[in-house]
């Protein structure tokens, strides 16, 4: 196909079920007349994900960000919260609206998650919880992160965000930390338009979030806790049912496509790719470490002179960011952050266009 004809290429497209799912769906909705308040299609939505991701309970929410303020505030933390500076902003803006302090612990170069070696060194006798990200859905040192938070009682949020379907030594990733956030959003493997849930293995603090996420309110109304609004719709519910069956065949796609970004850029020579777990991974992004920021600018411009729009995530390091105004440096992230770009990857993206995005990353380099 032409360049000058072809459709624009973006990094990501929602993976949308097909609509006549959705309305029947809304059908029913719309007779019942109930759009939210923990309403039929939220309590199916909840049940659903509880069956399907092995998890023992589960509470729908409005987003991630609300997901992880609301784990937050269920916790009781204050102070000082250890986090990533390679991360989404909302990791640290969630922490700063429930009036604590991100306090960021550098990542590793390989897996781009927080180093546990580097949590330790930013204990202090105000820290009151850690909150690691599974960036691009590859499992943190759960095993780790969770001695140093015994050691020194500490309590341990996982933003999820990028990690449904995951599963890590036998069980869903989701079930690791006192409690997991994560999100639903329009671009995540699984999406319902705007979404996202807690998990908790204990049931006092899953009764926590669901009073904490309806006002405060309990089960006969009375306002018993400091709550917010934190409920999901029916309309966004009933787009979670219909996007879950077909949430195999998503996963299945993605796997596949990313499989043939690698075999057509696994020995072009000068690309690094994430470390992962190859079965504890959902394939959801398809990262690629450039091998300095100008050569990152230069492969951008030559992308978009195609029409192909990928993007850099997480750029810059969140401790640049004048609203965290961290002063410290992190080079592991620093560097990271303005090295990574990811590549179109999504449902309706066909094989010949990774083909084609393929050649011309390599072309890229020989011109
Ligand atoms: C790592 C991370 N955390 C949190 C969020 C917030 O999720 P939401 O957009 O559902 O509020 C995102 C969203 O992209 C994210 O990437």
């Not at 998890?55 to 609301?70: F, R």
């Not at 992004?285 to 100008?294: A, G, I, K, R, S």
């Not at 030559?302 to 990928?310: A, E, Q, T, V």
């Not at 401790?319 to 620093?334: C, L, M, Q, W, Y």
Request: proline letters at 5%; a negative charge; charged letters at 25%.
């Amino acid at each position: 196909m032409q360049d000058q004809i072809r459709k624009p290429i973006y990094v990501t497209q929602p993976s949308l079920p097909p609509l006549d799912e959705y309305t029947r769906i809304l059908e029913g909705v719309w007779e019942r007349g109930i759009l939210t308040h923990n309403g039929p299609m939220v309590q199916l939505l909840e049940k659903e994900l509880i069956d399907y991701l092995h998890v023992p309970n589960l509470v729908a929410v409005t987003n991630g960000t609300i997901a992880i303020q609301l784990a937050i505030r269920a916790l009781n933390l204050e102070g000082e919260i250890i986090t990533t500076p390679f991360t989404w902003i909302a990791t640290a803006s969630a922490i700063m609206w429930e009036k604590c302090r991100p306090v960021f612990a550098d990542v590793q170069p390989d897996t781009f998650n927080i180093d546990p070696q580097r949590i330790e060194e930013k204990i202090t006798d105000r820290t009151s919880a850690i909150i690691p990200v599974h960036v691009f859905s590859n499992p943190c040192d759960v095993e780790a992160i969770q001695k140093i938070a015994d050691k020194h009682n500490l309590k341990v949020i996982y933003d999820a965000a990028h990690a449904m379907c995951v599963d890590y030594n036998g069980k869903s990733l989701l079930e690791y930390g006192d409690i997991t956030a994560t999100s639903f959003h329009a671009t995540k493997i699984f999406q319902s338009g705007e979404g996202g849930a807690c998990i908790t293995k204990d049931r006092e603090l899953f009764e926590r979030l669901r009073r904490l996420r309806f006002f405060g309110h309990d089960e006969k109304k009375d306002i018993v806790d400091e709550g917010l609004n934190g409920k999901m719709t029916e309309v966004h519910a009933a787009l979670g049912l219909a996007s879950l069956k077909w949430l195999d065949k998503v996963l299945h796609d993605r796997r596949e496509k990313y499989e043939l970004y690698m075999s057509l850029l696994e020995n072009c020579g000068f690309i690094e790719f994430q470390n992962f777990p190859p079965d504890s991974y959902n394939y959801s992004y398809m990262p690629v470490l450039l091998e300095n920021e100008e050569q990152l600018l230069a492969l951008t411009e030559h992308l978009n002179g195609h029409n192909i729009y990928p993007r850099r995530y997480f750029h810059p390091s969140l401790n640049t960011v004048d609203v965290v105004s961290s002063k410290e440096h992190f080079p592991v992230a620093e560097d990271l952050a303005s090295r990574i770009l990811c590549l179109p990857l999504f449902y309706t993206l066909k094989k010949t266009d990774i083909e084609y995005i393929c050649g011309l990353i390599i072309n890229c380099r020989r011109r």
